[in-house]
């Protein structure tokens, strides 16, 4: 692979045709504006709060606030964002629109999306905080060649602090843990620990240490630890997202072998190998964590199976203009004009059609298999 770029969870995969570019928004695509944060506001919700842990699939401005110090993981700039508000102004999500926690959130019946860890304020932490980071993995090492990310160690240190505030605006501590019993906690990540290391041999020796069941396994177990902090944080509503086909993106056919420009089936092997132990994960941690209940959505298979609604999509280029061996856009660089025919916005990650539709699926099941063993929306009633 080329450079120390951004490679990040993809969600879904799915291919292609020429496009018409653009400068500016599309007209395809309808301007909204953003909902406002406002969490005093009274409104009734499939759950107490939401909180979201995760990669660039989730992260919604975490890794903006300090600078250059988070290096290249960043996607504060145009021409991300541009279909997010009627300004089209970029907040650091890693799309051209909503991600999936923005929908969920939405689906939930909130009348705002969660706001990131770095900037949210007061009483707006009882509706839940985002702490996802882009380029963060499972591991603690994993995208340190991006600059400074945010494992998902880190992660649960900063809902810790996330905790003391909440007991400090509720009082007791009962009145806090009753809180976050009630909350949605999602957790997408681990396709860094892929491209971002165990397939960047430059730069990480996992590839040499471990096969790739073999380091599936130690991500598996490494993940286990970490949900069992969460669970003792007070979660027991928890959805796990596994790893889409990330061997189908345009950066992983344009910078991996492959036959014939298809997909590259070393990599989604080996993301297979993970996802099949996540599924297996879920079984353990339902018989051993009481009272808790967690589900997983298969991604990989949602992926595969998402409808276009022209009947055509291009699948196997980038939406936004995307320099030769990068991963993000280039800055302030040319977009295409038809975005609900493209999947992928830049070489990684889904535009917010592709996200959509899978967040759709994450919270109501359409066909057997996308969740295990309930979808989100059965998850919450429990």
């Not at 079984?283 to 990989?300: C, E």
């Not at 967040?359 to 066909?367: G, I, L, Q, V």
Request: aromatic content about 10%.
């Amino acid at each position: 692979m080329k450079g120390q770029s951004l490679v990040v969870l993809c969600l879904l995969t799915t291919a292609c045709f020429a496009s018409s570019w653009v400068d500016g928004a599309s007209p395809r695509i309808k301007s909204r504006t953003r909902p406002k944060s406002n969490a005093t506001t009274q409104t009734k919700t499939k759950v107490g709060c939401y909180f979201v842990l995760g990669d660039s699939q989730a992260d919604n401005g975490n890794n903006n606030v300090m600078e250059m110090a988070y290096g290249n993981a960043r996607a504060d700039y145009k021409p991300y964002g541009c279909d997010f508000n009627r300004e089209g102004t970029p907040t650091g999500r890693f799309t051209n629109g909503r991600n999936a926690p923005d929908f969920i959130a939405t689906y939930l019946g909130f009348r705002h999306y969660i706001s990131p860890f770095t900037t949210i304020k007061g009483r707006e932490i009882l509706d839940g905080v985002n702490y996802a980071s882009g380029g963060a993995g499972i591991l603690p090492e994993t995208g340190r060649t991006l600059g400074q990310v945010l494992s998902i160690h880190k992660q649960l240190e900063n809902h810790n602090i996330t905790i003391s505030q909440i007991r400090g605006l509720l009082g007791t501590r009962s009145a806090t843990t009753t809180h976050l019993n009630s909350c949605l906690y999602t957790v997408q990540i681990g396709s860094n620990d892929y491209l971002n290391n165990y397939f960047m041999p430059q730069f990480y020796k996992t590839s040499a240490q471990f096969t790739p069941q073999q380091f599936a396994t130690v991500l598996n177990n490494r993940l286990y630890t970490e949900l069992k902090v969460l669970y003792e944080q007070g979660a027991r509503k928890v959805a796990l997202f596994g790893v889409g086909s990330i061997g189908c993106t345009p950066y992983a056919r344009a910078n991996f072998e492959n036959k014939g420009g298809g997909c590259v089936d070393k990599i989604n092997n080996a993301i297979q190998l993970f996802n099949d132990g996540l599924k297996a994960l879920v079984l353990q941690l339902n018989t051993k964590m009481a009272g808790a209940k967690f589900t997983y959505i298969d991604v990989f298979k949602i992926s595969s199976t998402i409808p276009s609604t022209s009947g055509r999509m291009v699948l196997n280029a980038p939406c936004c203009e995307v320099d030769a061996g990068q991963v993000q856009c280039t800055r302030l660089g040319r977009i295409c004009g038809n975005r609900m025919e493209y999947m992928f916005w830049d070489a990684v990650h889904p535009t917010e059609v592709g996200i959509s539709a899978l967040a759709s699926r994450a919270f109501k099941a359409k066909e057997a298999g996308d969740a295990y063993p309930y979808d989100i929306n059965q998850l919450v009633f429990y």
